[in-house]
């Protein structure tokens, strides 16, 4: 696929980028100009800064989420955004998204952990890193959603926010040690949920005013708040232990079995999966918010994610993708091109060094901020609705199964009982044979991929 500049204005009145203007740019290929332009420079400089003091509670949180170290979380962060950039002057696929570590696949990683041990998952970040790269190299990307409808993808996120709601909800009532009475309900509890719930909702209201201005805003607002509110207030903070980040070989620790092996290939092929169809599904949101109406190209995206994920394997690093949260603010708070990743590293990077600094993050301030991500992830399925009310039950279904079971399992038997439902409905009500009912559910499939993007 051929990227192609459309010569629109942007919005708050800058130009579109005309292939004329810029020696970088080409007839069809405009490669410099989707990683830097000077005439953005500010623009992107402003928006790296703003993007990457937000993407650091999200990242943090999320780490938390999949039982990484969070100097880790960090660490993948900065790796993506510098390999993101890299790739906008080779193979741009978006230009204004932000790379990081996924909300969406952090219960997953937990499960890895939980199942393999923190010893084997740099092997299995690299195994689905290569999976990606096989993905890439044969162009699949447009195969998965074809597999897999959209609306079970948006039902298994809102699984997944849901986890992450209830995960975090549990920060808004804990206290310090120091604080813990006889009794649960006792005065200082009170006062915590108190706290937490003014924090919460100046958050939700801050993001409702400027959402579509500078969404950052409410961010700011709370994390900075909330450090002013522990320096009067004992309330708990986030700790980062600041471990050594190190090279190491990607490999399975010695004491893997065949059959543990046999389990991280499925386990890396399901990573794999919702990794490419995330990054497919943010493109196309992506690409509807870009200021330039610049097209996505999703193979060249999942180019950068899977040498991000198998580069970052080496340092025991995590999955990445073009988060939508994050992606959305740097382009409200003004990115054009790419470069604006190269100050959100700095931004992430500074803390990464300077870890002491995060344990001023109270643990309310960041409990606001995860609960509203998995609420947005719920919300999702508000896409679902456009496609029927049988896609919205199976959405529904899939999330709750998601919740219940976990991330494999659900989806799994979401995809068993949709194939169910087609086959009963084209044998039994039209009379169809089986092999016309199994084209007939590849063409619906494809269709619904279709609209999609």
């Known amino acids: 696929m051929t990227d192609q500049t459309q010569n629109k204005p942007a919005s708050g009145g800058e130009p579109a980028i005309n292939p004329g203007e810029d020696a970088v740019l080409t007839a069809d290929k405009h490669f410099g100009a989707a990683a830097f332009q000077k005439k953005y420079l500010f623009r992107d400089t402003a928006a790296g800064i703003i993007t990457g003091t937000m993407a650091i509670p999200l990242s943090i949180g999320i780490a938390i989420m999949s039982d990484y170290p969070i100097k880790v979380g960090l660490a993948t962060v900065v790796f993506a955004c510098i390999i993101g950039w890299i790739n906008a002057w080779i193979r741009p696929g978006n230009y204004i998204g932000c790379p990081g570590i996924a909300a969406g696949l952090a219960p997953a990683l937990a499960l890895g952990v939980a199942s393999f041990g923190m010893e084997n998952m740099a092997f299995c970040i690299f195994l689905t ?32 926010g849901l986890k992450i709601m209830l995960k975090f909800f549990e920060f808004t009532y804990e206290l310090p040690e ?15 949920v108190t706290i937490s719930a003014i924090g919460f909702a100046v958050f ?13 805003i409410a961010y700011f607002v709370l994390i900075f708040g909330g450090a002013a509110v522990a320096l009067f207030v004992e309330v708990p903070m986030i700790y980062v232990e600041d471990i050594d980040l190190y090279l190491r070989l990607p490999l399975p620790h010695e004491d893997a079995t065949i059959w543990m092996l046999f389990l991280m290939v499925l386990f890396c092929l399901m990573l794999a999966t919702i990794d490419v169809i995330e990054q497919v599904m943010s493109n196309a949101a992506i690409e509807k ?39 959305t603010t740097n382009r409200l708070a003004g990115a054009y091109t790419k ?26 301030a960041l409990a606001a901020i995860m609960i509203f991500s998995g609420y947005k992830m719920i919300a999702g399925l508000a896409h679902v609705t456009h496609y029927g009310p049988y896609a919205l039950m199976l959405a529904i279904l899939c999330g709750l199964l998601v919740f219940e079971l976990g991330i494999f399992e659900g989806l799994l038997i979401a995809m068993v009982v949709h194939a169910l439902v087609h086959f009963m409905v084209y044998t039994m009500h039209d009379k169809m044979e089986t092999k016309s009912v199994i084209r007939r559910y590849f063409e619906n499939l494809k269709k619904d991929s279709t609209n999609l993007q």
């Open 339 to 364: 470069f604006s990743l190269i100050l959100i590293a700095i931004v992430v990077g500074f803390f990464i060094m300077n870890t002491q600094y995060l344990d001023y993050l109270p643990k309310f």
């Open 178 to 192: 120091e604080a813990v009475g006889d009794t649960f309900w006792n005065a200082a509890r009170y006062q915590m």
């Open 204 to 216: 939700l209201f801050l993001f409702a005013k400027y959402k579509d201005i500078q969404p950052a």
């Open 129 to 160: 890193s290569a999976m990606q790269a096989v993905c890439w190299h044969f162009n699949w990307q447009k195969y998965l959603l074809v597999a897999v409808p959209v609306y079970l993808v948006e039902g298994l996120l809102a699984g997944i």
């Open 289 to 327: 918010i870009d200021p330039l109406k610049r097209k996505c190209n999703s193979n060249n995206s999942l180019l950068a994610i899977w040498i991000a994920n198998m580069g970052s394997s080496f340092f025991g690093g995590m999955t990445n993708l073009d988060g939508l949260a994050k992606s």
